[in-house]
């Protein structure tokens, strides 16, 4: 576990920070497709069909911070922020870390949840209980330990969810309004009730240990057939490999998907899913699974970085270079067949692990980053959100 602990770290970092983008930039502004100014490619990809896309409106620095997730009423954001320790006597320099706020579109103010000395990452907002789970992490050298919890929109109440002897993994996720799962580097699978959890003094888990040890590293659920699909490191293999389990029994057997994935995308309501992994060289193919009759299809084989369904499952937005020398990523529309690509924006140095689409509006919201040299010999990277109104024909 001590080989294996190094990787999930660095995985978890680029999960958090640069997401499926490279971690180093190179100058030049996004350039922003409309009906009037398309790319070769573009025009290529849209002349055999009907769609056609106009860009409304765009903010390419909406707030600063990393985006995670949005209200379901569409009036503020949950965005990971930078914040500063004041210094002290026995300290010269202050400490950041990144905690959580919310950012509301009508007074365009951040307002920072709880000041906490440790990192604050992954929010999903629980509109039902009128707060929000997420990941508090603290890392020096090898040591990595994640905690889940839950705190209310007030700051007044925080809970701890995950127990104190497990490091919880990156991705966790919210199935509905009672239930959200979660999976540790010890290889287990837990299931939390969010009203039992939240006001039982003991708690409400239902914990799954696994045949075979897998660290994982991101999860999620088909609950209405019991199915979790999960991406966990493979020792055997060296290699982060996409599995699914049934929870039927304390002790399921996981089976795998498929060997080095790098991300993946549940769509519940159609029983879809989506996962990049290795193609031809340096490419990487993006594939849809049918879940229900085992069927896959090739949808895209290129340098494929960040993807995720629209709100609705009849589209899938997807970043991709280029080249494999090419640090900035244009951003694509496309069906769930692969077919009648639309490239929304270009040359875009995208972060994170989260495209957010707004829940009543053609908007999407997503991170971005940029280098900062202020004259030292430290670049610093800073994150904003960005955002594109749309609309589409």
């Given at each position: 576990m001590?080989?294996?602990?190094?990787?999930?770290?660095?995985?978890?970092?680029?999960?958090?920070?640069?997401?499926?983008?490279?971690?180093?930039?190179?100058?030049?502004e996004p350039v922003i497709i409309s009906n009037s100014q398309q790319t070769e490619d573009n025009a290529r990809n849209t002349s055999d069909n009907a769609n056609t896309l106009t860009i409304d409106n765009i903010n390419s620095r909406l707030t600063d911070g990393i985006i995670y997730d949005i209200s379901r009423d569409g009036d503020y954001l949950l965005v990971g922020k930078q914040t500063r320790t004041p210094t002290s006597e026995s300290s010269e320099t202050a400490e950041s870390y990144y905690n959580l706020s919310t950012y509301a579109f009508e007074t365009d103010q951040s307002n920072t949840l709880l000041y906490s000395n440790k990192n604050q990452a992954n929010g999903l907002l629980d509109h039902k209980n009128k707060g929000y789970y997420y990941l508090e992490f603290s890392q020096n050298g090898e040591e990595y330990d994640a905690k889940l919890l839950?705190?209310?929109?007030?700051?007044?109440?925080?809970?701890?969810?995950?127990?104190?002897?497990?490091s919880v993994s990156p991705g966790f996720s919210m199935i509905d309004e009672d239930l959200v799962i979660y999976g540790n580097q010890n290889g287990e699978i837990k299931l939390v009730d969010h009203q039992r959890t939240l006001f039982n003094p003991d708690g409400t888990i239902h914990s799954y240990k696994m045949s075979k040890k897998l660290p994982i590293v991101k999860i999620d659920f088909l609950e209405k057939h019991e199915i979790a699909f999960f991406t966990a490191f493979n020792e055997e293999s060296r290699s982060f490999d996409l599995y699914y389990v049934y929870l039927t029994k304390d002790n399921p057997q996981p089976v795998l998907i498929q060997q080095n994935?790098?991300?993946?995308?549940?769509?519940?309501?159609?029983n879809t899913l989506l996962y990049s992994t290795s193609g031809e060289k340096d490419t990487q193919k993006l594939v849809r699974l049918d879940i229900l009759d085992n069927t896959r299809t090739i949808l895209k084989e290129g340098y494929i970085g960040l993807f995720a369904f629209n709100s609705t499952g009849e589209r899938i937005i997807y970043s991709e270079k280029s080249d494999p020398s090419s640090n900035s990523q244009n951003l694509w529309f496309m069906d769930i067949e692969g077919k009648n690509q639309i490239q929304l924006a270009s040359n875009l140095n995208i972060a994170g692990d989260r495209i957010i689409f707004h829940p009543h509006k053609s908007t999407v919201y997503f991170t971005v980053f940029t280098l900062n040299e202020d004259n030292s010999d430290a670049r610093k990277i800073s994150y904003s959100v960005y955002t594109i109104d749309y609309s589409t024909s």
């Open positions: 001590k080989k294996t602990l190094p990787l999930l770290i660095t995985v978890f970092i680029a999960l958090l920070l640069s997401g499926c983008s490279p971690f180093f930039i190179r100058n030049g839950w705190s209310d929109l007030e700051g007044d109440t925080t809970k701890n969810i995950s127990n104190s002897k497990e994935v790098y991300f993946f995308d549940l769509y519940a309501k159609s």
